[in-house]
């Protein structure tokens, strides 16, 4: 799929510090934010626990971004 | 301060500092520095012949520059332990002089100039903080009431050291410049706080109610005396707190609302230059004494003490809480707990409250003979290590120590190098589990596997 | 095989209202090991819990996944179901379909409902690997280290003491009482601070 087309959505696979951006993302729900619904998070204990092969292996089944937060 | 002292499972260590916090929840290892102070106090029967008898004076910190003191001292007549020690700076025997005149006198011989700082090491199992406040050093900062040259202008705690009747005038309220009794005693509330630009941003909570205090005691003890209160506002949440409030306006406290910009002395009068907004007029007016009534801010030392234990401090300094609602006594380290004004400014009655709940959390933890520890840490695969220890380099807890384990291996039994996770101190933030080239190393409950099966899925 | 229940939580409208609940259990119950797929009003309240007690036991699942609010909300609550089912509190996984899908995407309610179905096959895929675990103890030094001798520190440090555990109370300064001793008289009630 070519970015040009116009359906195009991204598939964004985020990973999210359980202590401070994971809590983040609640916060942002507490207070009813609104964000595209493109990104898909993966609870963390620490962004320290990310193996680059994580990263790598989401880009591999086509992942088209990947947030590391921490 | 007494019940403390003669408590039998209360050790007190006075004039000692915690120099070092190793371990964690249950099992902390404390370093305290206990120093020297030239007095044994095992020896000593608290006579006061040596203070007494002290040739060499200097100015009293307790009474906040008020008063003086001798150089082997006790800070207060009712001070708890009642046995003084030597300041080192000021004494002239330690400064190389002659003097000695203390250890002549004493009759217990308990003087010992040869004493030295002491480190003391103990374990716990929970950790209190109460480090309190200290107050806004306003001469940095308010030009306007002088800087601090003008003598007359004090603070609360100065003016409580004054009325306070074991203090430094013996209770009476007077002008630090002649000695005479204030007529017009004027108080400045908010100097510090709720000021973005000079100050602090927060509400320091207990100064409208020391302030009607301070009203209240200059009209009862000076006759014919009159106060004047400049405010922002007057905040009174407690109980029986505005009640006091209306009290002291009755007796003839005078509420100005409106900020001072300008204190000058003129002659032996200071004079008093703000505005009255609820009026919209300016206000000058001849006063003795100003009190300001300045910000609380953390105590001295606090970044210092925090990152020995070992926990966060807010934007001001002052100890970080858990959660400022449902965890206002604990820190975000397990076993470090929070009671008083080092978590923000509160007065007597907030502060009793909370040091009762920060002890009842240490006594929960006391209760029990061992700990459950959090099961999601992380795990050696002892057959697949190879020993590097490139997991505890990155540990930040150090939580990774080295072992061995014997194995058979070409008809000899050899030792070889692996390494161990300490359950105590990991927290389960599998840092090691990316550093582990061999993959021996894995998180309990955030596997390597189990990731990997995670971003599959999410990827499908 | 892995026997897996997932139950997905309306939460009264908070999720119920953006994403399409029952389309979500269904979904789920055609993910692998995935044995049973419901939906209840209120996952946490007590019949909700009852839900998952009795599923436990009918369908003999050994693993659960609860699509519902954040973790970091209810996940104590939910080990602690799995505990009294039986199951090791750590055979539980939580999709987070609230806070991070049906309030943050109000707007965009089937992209929601797809994106909770993906969080579900997530925690699914999570808790298949999931292993019981169990926490380990140390002892503790029944000791309480006091820092700082003022009202706040000895108040602590006497209640501590009155409970019968050893206290260390460490000042800095050469006497104790701190900045309550140095007043006068306190309010509201104009006692002695002493």
Known sequence: MSIEEKNWEPKIIGFCCNWCSYAGADLAGVNRFSYPANIRVLRVPCSGRVNPQFILRAFQRGADAVLVSG | MVAAAQHPHIKLMTFAEVLKVDGYVGNFEITVKQKARYVDHEKCTGCGTCWEKCPSRTSSEYNLGLGDRKSIYVSFPQAVPNKPVIDRDSCRYLNGGKCGVCSKVCPAGAIDYQQEDQLVKFSAGAIIMATGYDLFPWEEAYGEYGYGRYPDVITGLQFERMSNASGPTGGRILRPSDGREPQNVVFIKCVGSRDDTKGKSYCSRTCCMYTAKHAHQVLEKIPGSRAFVFYMDVRTPGKAYEEFYQRSVREGAQYIRGRVAKIYQSGDKLMVKGADTLLGMPVELEADLVVLATAMTPSRGYGEIARVVGFSTDKDGFFQEAHPKLRPMETNTAGVFLAGACQGPRDIPDTVAQASGAAMKVCALLSKERLETEPMISSVNRSLCSGCLECARVCPYKAIEEDSVSERAGGKTIRRRVASVNTGLCQGCGCCTVACRPGAINLLGFTNEQLLAEVDALCL | ?194
Not at chain 3, 20 to 45: I, N, Q, W
Not at chain 3, 169 to 184: F, N, P, Y
Request: charge should be positive; charged fraction near 20%.
């Open chain 3, 1 to 194: 095989m892995n026997r897996t229940g997932v139950f997905v939580c309306w939460c009264g409208s908070n999720i119920g209202a953006v994403v399409d609940v029952p389309r979500v259990a269904e979904a789920a119950a055609g993910f692998t090991g995935v044995v049973l797929a419901t939906h209840y009003k209120y996952m946490c309240s007590e019949p909700g819990q009852d839900t998952i007690i009795q599923a436990v036991r009918e369908h003999r699942l050994d693993r659960v996944v609860v699509a519902s609010c954040s973790p970091r909300l209810h996940e104590g609550t939910f080990r602690k179901t799995l505990a009294r089912a039986g199951l090791n509190p750590y055979m539980l996984e939580m999709a987070n379909i609230r806070e991070q899908c049906s309030w943050v995407h109000r707007q965009e309610k089937d992209k929601a409902t797809e994106k909770a179905i993906d969080l579900v096959r997530r925690a699914v895929a999570k808790t298949g690997l999931a292993s019981p675990l169990t926490a380990a103890s140390i002892p503790v030094t029944r000791r309480a280290l006091v820092i700082g001798g003022g009202i706040a520190g000895l108040q602590a440090a006497l209640d501590i003491a009155d409970a019968g555990h050893e206290v260390v109370l460490v000042e800095r300064e050469s006497t104790i009482g701190g900045k309550m001793a140095m007043l006068d008289k306190t309010f509201p009630t104009l006692d002695c601070s002493a």
